[in-house]
């Protein structure tokens, strides 16, 4: 029922012609609710919830909606929620502290886990806002994951990963910008099964490297297209999507989007819709 309440209200959004303007005052309060699925599948979808609380108030008069937590270049910390099919759950903490030059560190946990299966992830990052409206950074996540495969086999794996980035939005005349994104990942991994039928534990362990490009473009500053690119050792991902962010009122609005992934080649599209609250 929910969900056709979200379809409603987003068909609303974008077919009137006729509506009141929202106010867009400055926040501190950032709060979210959307489903997201395929298309294919689209009752299979997943629930998520976040909620973001910023230091100092986040001007959002004259940016990017989606973008305006990250122009604000101010301290802040999060929490998200995401419910799988079946018994699968995910959640996590962040935060950021940005100081007074600039420079800035972060902090991360996140947890994955269903009955038979448990993954732990903690991550931590320093960078650095080189002007207004950029930043670059190098990060570390370090994931432990364990899985009870049956008749007593355990497997667990050990993952660690150094990430470089940067990432630049660029004002445009014609129309509200570019957000640029690039990040260099690195990963060094470990695999184990022990206590299986065979009588014999096994191991291997695996590195890998990847490069991640993203660009949105955004038309106006509720609507961006935009396309992202990596290249990794045995594919190269790439797709598209496209988002709309409505204001519905002063404190509320309603978000759109739709993506499209070419390679790995999937049928549909994924959709979310979902509910913001700023305040």
């Known amino acids: ?6 379809n409603l209200t987003l068909l609303f959004a974008l077919t009137s012609t006729t509506t009141l303007a929202a106010t867009d005052n400055p926040y501190q309060h950032d709060a979210s609710l959307e489903y997201v699925g395929s298309s294919e599948a689209f009752d299979d979808g997943t629930w998520n919830t976040n909620y973001r609380y910023y230091f100092t ?6 940016v990017p909606y989606a973008l305006s937590g990250f122009l604000a270049q101010t301290s802040n910390i999060g929490a998200n929620y995401a419910g799988f099919e079946g018994d699968l759950d995910a959640y ?3 935060g950021q502290y940005v100081f007074a030059s600039k420079w800035f560190i972060g902090a991360n946990y996140q947890n994955l886990s269903a009955d038979l299966f448990d993954s732990d992830t903690y991550g931590a990052s ?4 080189f002007n207004s409206t950029s930043s670059v950074y190098l990060g570390y996540s370090s994931t432990n994951q364990d899985q009870d495969i049956g008749f007593g086999a355990k497997a667990s794996a050990d993952l660690d990963t150094f990430n470089l980035g940067i990432r630049s939005f ?21 695999y184990s099964l ?5 009588g ?3 191991s291997d362990s695996n590195n890998t490297t990847a490069l991640m490009l993203a660009a949105d473009w955004y038309l106006t500053r509720a609507w961006s297209v935009g396309a992202n690119y990596s290249v990794q050792e045995d594919t190269d991902p790439y797709g598209i999507s496209t988002a709309y962010h409505w204001r ?3 404190s509320f609005s309603a978000i759109a989007r739709v993506s499209k992934s070419f390679e790995p080649d999937e049928d549909g599209v994924f959709l979310s819709l979902g509910i913001n609250g700023r305040f």
């Open 1 to 6: 029922m929910l969900i056709n309440r979200l």
């Open 57 to 62: 108030p986040v001007s959002q008069d004259t």
């Open 92 to 94: 996590g903490v962040n």
């Open 126 to 129: 320093v960078g650095y806002y």
């Open 170 to 190: 660029l004002p445009l005349q014609t129309t509200a910008g570019v957000d640029l994104t690039a990040q260099l990942f690195f990963s060094e991994s470990d």
């Open 194 to 198: 022990k206590n299986t039928p065979y």
């Open 200 to 202: 014999a534990d096994m």
């Open 248 to 250: 519905l009122t002063d």
